[in-house]
């Protein structure tokens, strides 16, 4: 178990803000995370819980405990892969199309580890991971026990589970436990991965072939963290009631949509921020980026607070050019 005192989060955070936290603990096994557990019972001092730290966003140092999973692992099954929560996520979905474990490939090129999936239920081109959790392995940091949870259990939705509304804090995880399918069905009517395919002439599509074109696609469109920091996607996807969209739909031409049922559609955030002109704007060291209006960059020694109050701006322009209030999909301490 790593225990490191006054430490630099730096390297935790994709945006490349310098934090320092109180205190770093990373568990490498299930019986260490017993033991981070023990010390967060008995220790005073808040406590956060990170991934890979794509989704996170510091505003300041952390004033207490950091915590992050080192378990590494991947375990097939008949039609499962049970990984460890430290595992890299675009690692078991390379690895689930390279050995006949189909259905994730959408999902590939999301940065973040196992265990952030099934906390934030990670999605991209009509794919959610929700799809595929079977089980959920954990600490119950209040009484250290190893706790099975069933999917069904996570109450998933939009980016949202249970573990981050009213199980936060409560769980180290473990493992995670993907069902998936070994006949390829590949999913091709979300955004421009049929326009994709055509361009390239891919006729007979094969699994890795899909994989390689969502990498392709998001390479275009989103920057590698280790050149200029982001978070990717900063803000959700809105839905909202159908009568609302119809209303907007009337005044813009074209505007994008995705229904999600009889009553509901989901605007797209980037386009609505695009819009408003935001794309491509700097304000300070904090920017939007110009291929993609959905993502937040640090042109270079910004603040998390610098990139806070460019959300803020974009925040208002948008409610005052739409109606509608979008919210950041990051983890803003």
């Known amino acids: 178990m790593k225990d490191i005192h006054d430490y630099s989060l730096k390297q935790h955070n994709t945006f490349g803000i310098e934090a320092r936290c109180d205190r770093f603990l990373e568990y490498s096994t299930a019986d260490e ?6 010390i967060l019972r008995q220790s005073a001092q808040p406590f956060l819980i990170i991934g890979g730290g794509s989704n996170l966003l510091l505003t300041q140092d952390f004033k207490g405990i950091v915590v992050r999973s080192a378990i ?30 189909y259905g994730m490939e959408n999902l590939s090129w999301i940065p973040g580890d196992v265990g952030a999936s099934a906390v934030q239920n990670i999605g991209a081109y009509g794919v959610e991971v929700k799809d595929f959790i079977e089980t959920i392995e954990a600490i119950e940091i209040a009484s250290g026990a190893l706790q099975l949870i069933d999917a069904a259990a996570c109450r998933y939705a939009y980016r949202q589970s249970r573990f981050k509304g009213e199980w936060k804090n409560q769980y180290l995880i473990t493992h995670v436990t993907y069902r998936t399918q070994r006949d390829f069905q590949p999913k091709l009517d979300y955004g421009n991965i049929r326009s994709e395919l055509e361009r390239r002439n891919m006729t007979h599509l094969t699994a890795t072939q899909l994989r390689e074109v969502i990498i392709g ?4 469109k989103l920057p590698d963290p280790a050149v200029m920091g982001n978070a990717g996607s900063f803000f959700m996807n809105p839905i909202v009631e159908r009568s609302q969209y119809e209303a907007l739909a009337s005044q813009y031409e074209n505007m994008p949509h995705y229904t999600i049922d009889a009553n509901h559609e989901k605007i797209p955030a980037g386009w609505m921020i695009d819009q408003c002109g935001w794309k491509g704007r700097t304000v300070g060291h904090a920017g939007v980026h110009d291929r993609q209006a959905l993502v ?3 042109r270079g020694n910004a ?16 409610k005052e050019k739409f109606g509608i209030t979008i919210k950041p999909e990051v983890n803003i301490i």
């Open 303 to 318: 603040t998390g607070q610098e990139i806070v109050d460019l959300c803020r701006m974009i925040q208002r322009d948008v």
């Open 217 to 220: 696609i998001r390479q275009e």
């Open 33 to 38: 995370a017993k033991a981070v557990a023990d």
């Open 296 to 298: 937040l960059v640090n």
């Open 72 to 101: 590494k692992g991947i375990t097939p099954q008949k039609d499962t892969l049970r990984c460890g929560s430290g595992e890299v996520w675009d690692d078991v979905v390379d690895y689930s199309v390279k050995h006949g474990y």
